[in-house]
Nanobody, 125 residues
């Protein structure tokens, strides 16, 4: 059974940091594109970051560029999202996702085949 499990969310003050992890199981994900998305109450799920299989190509939403860093450890089947200088507008449920191939659609929800259950990130002002 394929599973993606996020962890590391929580409550943090503005300007603080959190590190999210996404552990994959059920098969190897070392060849997959891994993505991070977030969804705030009343809003659509939006792209945050994506990383290709080798970790060489990494893409970020403009809203998080320079503050968030995405990385992966294929030996551990785990992808990470280091979030620094957090802002109240970063408050959302954060999801990781996996896809065998996204092409140029790495920022779109429909490009991903597997999703985690999400982890809540709350940034207080």
């Amino acid at each position: 059974q394929v599973q993606l499990v996020e962890s590391g969310g929580g409550l943090v003050q503005a300007g603080g940091s959190l590190r999210l992890s996404c552990a994959a199981s059920g098969r190897t994900f070392r060849n997959d594109v891994m993505g991070w998305f977030r969804q705030a109450p009343g809003k659509e799920r939006e792209f945050v970051a994506a990383i290709n299989w080798s970790g060489i190509s990494i893409y970020y939403a403009d809203s998080v560029k320079g503050r968030f860093t995405c990385s992966r450890d294929n030996a551990k089947n785990t992808v990470y999202l280091q979030m620094n200088s957090l802002k109240p507008e970063d408050t959302a449920v954060y999801y990781c996702a996996a896809s065998r191939y996204t092409g140029s659609g790495y920022s779109t929800v429909r490009a991903y085949d597997y999703w985690g259950q999400g982890t809540q990130v709350t940034v207080s002002s």
